[in-house]
């Protein structure tokens, strides 16, 4: 692996913990200056790579989840261009990964650069749209209708609070308010078992509390609840519809496949719904009872809440969690 890769995957790695809307330069010289990586406020990735040629060859290149623009940077009192690369579904980042590492495999051998990113993105363009085409798994389907009928209950409170709905960014939590946060879990399974993907998923966010509402569903032919007509009833709210679909689409789901996603049918089984305090049962990085060694980076684990309860866990009202969770700032 040369170098550039190198400093590229490492560039990408420290960008992840970084906060939205935070670029990184890499020490890569392109023949106009260096490369920068770049993730914007919605969780998107960019490629940044400075040119001054004409890029108007390149933009029929964009696809649904590729967008090729140019912006401009300011740099030492000086302004820049780049050719600007955008991921916008979180679920072809890989393959996006693999574009820019090709994109300057090839800058590196002296190709320039339009020729480079034509080339690369060319190759790419049927694995990009096959993957975008592809309707969600069926894990993925019943997480993303946890989220839209947690959505669709703030949503009814405050049509001003779709911002609140992170979920499709990937966050530790999938919904954000001023004074609290809500992580949803939806299971097909008979008992109260809940997946934790990471040991940041439960822990709470600074001066915030932290909920978790978990969905019981079970898939039947003829349901009453389906992805398509839970975000028909939410596009009935006077919300923000092109950010709506925008949100949509980063999770995956897109509107031409209304009709596909309309076969898998749900019924809700129950809606169980617990404040994430000093005696929910959870492991975390934080200082406290737990004690992970620093070493351990990832960590995926199941919680089994049959029967638990807490002082505060189950009496916490799910009428509060909405109307706290409708706020914005």
């Known amino acids: 692996m040369c170098e550039e890769i190198k400093k590229l995957r490492s560039a990408w790695i420290e960008l992840e913990q970084q906060p939205d809307g935070t670029s990184r330069a890499i020490a890569f010289e392109t023949g106009e ?5 770049h993730r914007d406020k919605e969780g998107n990735l960019h490629l940044l790579i400075p040119t001054q040629k004409d890029i108007r060859s390149l933009l029929e290149l964009s ?28 679920r072809c980042n890989e393959a996006f990964l693999k574009i820019a590492e090709k994109i300057v495999e090839r800058i590196k051998t002296g190709i320039p650069s339009i020729k ?21 798994n069926r894990s993925q389907r019943v997480g993303l209708l946890g989220e839209l009928l947690f959505l669709k209950e703030i949503i009814s409170k405050n ?9 499709p960014r990937r966050k530790a ?24 993907s990471s040991l940041e998923q439960l822990d709470t966010p600074e001066n915030k509390k932290l909920y978790l ?3 019981q569903l079970d898939e039947d032919p003829n349901g009453l609840l389906s992805i398509p007509g839970v975000v028909e009833e939410i596009n009935n709210f006077s919300l923000d519809s092109l ?12 509107y031409e496949k209304a009709d596909a996603y309309g076969e898998f049918r749900y019924n809700l089984r129950g809606t169980h719904y617990y404040s994430v305090d000093e ?29 638990f309860s807490s002082n505060s866990s189950e009496h916490t009202d799910f009428e509060t969690i909405i109307s706290k969770m409708a706020e914005v700032a």
């Open 33 to 37: 200056g260096d490369l920068r990586i």
């Open 63 to 90: 696809t649904e989840v590729l967008s090729i623009s140019e912006t401009e940077k300011i740099s030492n009192g000086q302004t820049i261009r780049f050719l600007d690369l955008c991921c916008l579904e979180l």
């Open 116 to 136: 480079s990113v034509a080339e690369v993105i060319s190759e790419f363009r049927d694995i990009l749209i096959s993957i975008s085409s592809e309707i969600l």
């Open 159 to 167: 049509p001003q609070s779709l911002p609140n709905w992170i979920g």
């Open 173 to 196: 939590h999938d919904f954000y308010a001023p004074t609290c946060a809500t992580e949803i879990k939806s299971s097909e399974a008979r008992g109260r078992i809940v997946k934790i």
């Open 213 to 215: 509402v978990l969905y």
């Open 243 to 254: 950010l709506f679909e925008k949100k949509l689409a980063q999770a995956g789901y897109r």
């Open 279 to 307: 005696s929910f049962p959870k492991l975390s990085l934080k200082p406290g009872k737990w004690k992970i060694s620093p070493h351990i980076s990832k960590a995926q684990y199941e919680i089994n809440l049959n029967g």
